[in-house]
């Protein structure tokens, strides 16, 4: 298959078969309503909470042992719903393609998938047949040549995966480990919520990035999903990203809202990875199934996470 959109075609031949691939958030910190919104603190976490705000690491070497492995394991979290993460996902994972990195985007929302929705892709074979024990992953692995990186869907719109027992969850994260060390970066695109299969799946990943947006549901939802993985993980890297924000400087003020809150219960720190602009091309790009990289190289959300993805690879 033609390699497309002129990104570097990185050395190998991948799995996919051939191709390679508003609110001023402040107000929320005061007094008694930070404590309503924010929960408190994390009970039982010792001073050994997880060292957050290391560098993402530029490529893990592959010698290394599974844990420093799965640290090219990126998941994009929220809590909240519709903050942006799919979006997100792919116009990242597109991002670090055109820079040359190997990239499998991995749609982890169980319950309503729609990372190929979005990509206007119609794969062959999805999750729901590796689940279902008829396809292995790299066999539902779908190259995306216009964008330079490989997807393995989910199954869009059914919620059939959603209530997945955690054995079979359990086999599909390994399996996940084992095929990113063909890859540079995985993105994993995780669904809404705090729930069991999010939190399990998640533990694929070395790395989390927490969409936000500055609404205070979001905020409070980030807020919980940081509480719950760092009690359950002293390992993981935590990072956020504020989506959808009128200006930059609204959208520092939006994270310092939150790296308030988990400064003052949590007693972590987790770093900003970066901060994406309200966009009406996101809408747009996406109704057109095309990625806005590709349809609006220039707008301004494309161009902040485009950014953001530089940051990433610097570490
Ligand atoms: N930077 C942005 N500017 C404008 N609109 C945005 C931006 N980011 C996301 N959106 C809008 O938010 C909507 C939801 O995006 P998306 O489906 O990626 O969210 P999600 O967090 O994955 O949702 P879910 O939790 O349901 O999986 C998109 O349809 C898009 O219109
Ligand atoms: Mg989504």
Redesign the pocket.
């Given at each position: 298959m033609p390699h497309q959109s002129g990104f570097p075609r990185p050395p190998y031949p991948s799995p996919g078969g051939g191709h390679p691939t508003g609110g001023r958030g402040g107000c929320l910190c005061r007094g008694r309503r930070r404590l309503a919104l924010f929960g408190g603190p994390v009970t039982g976490m010792s001073s050994e909470a997880p060292t957050l705000g290391t560098p993402f690491p530029s490529m893990a070497p592959r010698s290394a042992g599974t844990k420093v492995r799965m640290r090219n394991i990126l998941a994009i979290a929220?809590g909240k719903?519709?903050?942006?993460?799919?979006?997100?996902a792919v116009t990242l994972s597109h991002a670090l393609s055109k820079r040359g990195c190997r990239t499998l985007l991995f749609d982890g929302?169980l319950g309503?998938a729609?990372v190929d929705i979005q990509l206007g892709l119609m794969p062959a074979h999805d999750l729901g047949s590796v689940i279902a024990g008829k396809k292995t992953l790299h066999q539902a692995t779908t190259p995306y040549p216009a964008g330079g990186f490989d997807v393995i869907a989910g199954r869009s719109g059914s919620g059939s995966l959603a209530n997945i027992p955690p054995g079979r969850l359990q086999i599909l994260t390994e399996d996940l480990l084992l095929m990113s060390q063909s890859y540079d970066r995985v993105i994993l695109?995780l669904?809404?919520g705090v729930g069991k299969s999010i939190r399990l799946l998640s533990r694929a990943a070395g790395a989390m990035l927490v969409?936000t947006s500055d609404e205070p549901t979001s905020l409070a939802d980030a807020y919980a999903f940081i509480k719950i993985t760092a009690m359950e993980r002293r390992d993981v890297d935590i990072r956020v990203v504020v989506?959808?924000c009128n200006s930059t400087r609204e959208g520092e003020r939006t994270y310092q809202t939150l790296l308030k809150a988990c400064q003052g219960f949590l007693k972590i720190s987790p770093p900003l990875a970066g901060i994406?602009?309200?966009?009406?091309r996101?809408?747009e790009s996406?109704r057109n199934q095309t990625p806005i990289l590709t349809r609006y190289p220039n707008a301004e959300?494309a161009m902040d996470v485009e950014a953001i993805a530089e940051r990433l690879l610097q570490g």
């Open positions: 929220s719903g519709g903050v942006g993460k799919t979006w997100f929302d309503l729609n695109d669904g809404a969409v989506n959808a994406v602009r309200r966009d009406t996101v809408r996406i959300a």
